[in-house]
T-cell receptor, first 110, second 115 residues
Framework: QKEVEQNSGPLSVPEGAIASLNCTYS??????FFWYRQYSGKSPELIMS????GDKEDGRFTAQLNKASQYVSLLIRDSQPSDSATYLC??????????FGTGTRLLVSP | DGGITQSPKYLFRKEGQNVTLSCEQN?????MYWYRQDPGQGLRLIYY???????QKGDIAEGYSVSREKKESFPLTVTSAQKNPTAFYLC??????????????FGPGTRLTVL
């Protein structure tokens, strides 16, 4: 079983809609969770981190964490074509190491 | 400007050659990491270092070597023992001891191709 799982997509949404990206993880002791955005041919850039159960909002982005269900999600409101990218979920499994999912490709159509 | 730099951006290697990828950071971060990314796949950890003069193998260390002689620098050597080195190589760093200690920030990457 993979430690961090994401649907590879693509997830297609129209401009202005809410995009919902999901991630599940297997290690119950994980304490830190991250979302990165990666444009084609570029390196990942950090969007958000979340450490506690519940929601964390930053502009158009909301991260949601449910440790009991081992589930973390990223909502993107008012999606723009410039949001089209691959979104990587990462989980800290201890010892300062992150485990990455394979990413979900998001396509926002004008 | 604070950040992480990687060089070169593109690198071509002939069969049997060792090549070294550079990673430098001026963020005063303690920890540094090397990842490999293959098309359509996630990031896989090669080596990481939490302090100077110390480093640990990641999940796919075979055929790679590193050094950490300075806090700012963490070069990766891809040796001839690495049978399939063509990939996108990413260096990252994290504060470890301050702020958000386990948040990792990435350099721009080096794309290595074996000819």
């Amino acid at each position: 079983q993979k430690e961090v799982e994401q649907n590879s997509g693509p997830l297609s949404v129209p401009e202005g809609a809410i995009a919902s990206l999901n991630c599940t993880y297997s290690d119950r002791v994980s304490q830190s969770f991250f979302w990165y955005r990666q444009y084609s041919g570029k390196s990942p850039e950090l969007i958000m981190s979340i450490y506690s159960n519940g929601d964390k909002e930053d502009g158009r982005f909301t991260a949601q964490l449910n440790k009991a269900s081992q589930y973390v999600s990223l909502l993107i409101r008012d999606s723009q074509p410039s949001d089209s990218a691959t979104y990587l979920c990462a989980v800290n499994t201890g010892f300062q190491k992150l485990v990455f999912g394979t990413g979900t490709r998001l396509l926002v159509s004008p | 400007d604070g950040g992480i730099t990687q060089s070169p951006k593109y690198l071509f290697r002939k069969e049997g050659q060792n090549v070294t990828l550079s990673c430098e950071q001026n963020l005063n971060h303690d920890a540094m990491y090397w990842y490999r990314q293959d098309p359509g796949q996630g990031l896989r950890l090669i080596y990481y270092s939490q302090i100077v003069n110390d480093f640990q193998k990641g999940d796919i260390a075979e055929g790679y070597s590193v050094s950490r002689e300075k806090k700012e620098s963490f070069p990766l050597t891809v040796t001839s023992a690495q049978k399939n080195p063509t990939a996108f190589y990413l260096c990252a760093s994290s504060p470890r001891t301050s702020g958000s200690p386990d948040t990792q920030y990435f350099g721009p990457g080096t794309r290595l191709t074996v000819l």
